[in-house]
T-cell receptor, first 112, second 113 residues
Framework: GAGVSQSPSNKVTEKGKDVELRCDPI?????LYWYRQSLGQGLEFLIY????????KSGLPSDRFSAERTGGSVSTLTIQRTQQEDSAVYLC??????????FGNGTRLTVT | KQEVTQIPAALSVPEGENLVLNCSFT??????LQWFRQDPGKGLTSLLL?????REQTSGRLNASLDKSSGRSTLYIAASQPGDSATYLC????????????FGKGTHLIIQP
């Protein structure tokens, strides 16, 4: 597609369940970022991929969060044993190194 | 460590006015600066990217300038419209990985009809 695609757009889950969020970056973009945004707040960096490797995982808030990227393209962010404080919009962005950053529309996660 | 500040945090102006949003950064060793808009409940939409060697970029009613030596960028919006209401963020890329990308907290803009 022409832009960054994220799925699902909305996810409601019960506390304690695992969720998987998907990001399809723009074709050819080597850099991929995951951010989290709570209501009315700024962007919170989670993880950065260059190709398939994750050189910077420093933003992951706990060991319940993990992410992978396969084939230098699709990335999945997995949250295990979700908690209510995980409720937020999860945003994915991709770029060619040093080029403009393009964001998806995000996945709105609600943990009940 | 790079710090990016956006002033004002919020701005409300009548329709038709020209306005300026400000972005300042502490480390002038940057590769580029990008302006985004974010509508409520949506992702960020890229507006303009200025490379470090450039002074300004224009797109329609938007003009972004960059003064690297003073650590400042401005986003000028001409003839504002209610549809311009959104949060505007600037992001500075200083190279390297995620550490090299720093966002401001944004300016929440309301254009009154």
């Amino acid at each position: 597609g022409a832009g960054v695609s994220q799925s699902p757009s909305n996810k409601v889950t019960e506390k304690g369940k695992d969720v998987e969020l998907r990001c399809d970056p723009i074709s050819g973009h080597t850099a991929l970022y995951w951010y989290r945004q709570s209501l009315g707040q700024g962007l919170e960096f989670l993880i950065y991929f260059q190709g398939n490797s994750a050189p910077d995982k420093s933003g992951l808030p706990s060991d319940r969060f993990s992410a992978e990227r396969t084939g230098g393209s699709v990335s999945t962010l997995t949250i295990q044993r979700t908690q209510q404080e995980d409720s937020a919009v999860y945003l994915c962005a991709s770029s060619q190194t040093g080029g403009p950053l393009h964001f998806g529309n995000g996945t709105r996660l609600t943990v009940t | 460590k790079q710090e990016v500040t956006q002033i004002p945090a919020a701005l409300s102006v009548p329709e038709g006015e020209n306005l300026v949003l400000n972005c300042s950064f502490t480390d002038s060793a940057i590769y580029n600066l990008q302006w985004f808009r974010q509508d409520p409940g949506k992702g960020l939409t890229s507006l303009l990217l200025i490379q470090s060697s450039q002074r300004e970029q224009t797109s329609g009613r938007l003009n972004a300038s960059l003064d690297k030596s003073s650590g400042r960028s401005t986003l000028y919006i001409a003839a504002s419209q209610p549809g311009d209401s959104a949060t505007y963020l600037c992001a500075v890329y200083s190279g390297g990985g995620a550490d090299g990308l720093t966002f401001g907290k944004g300016t929440h803009l309301i254009i009154q009809p």
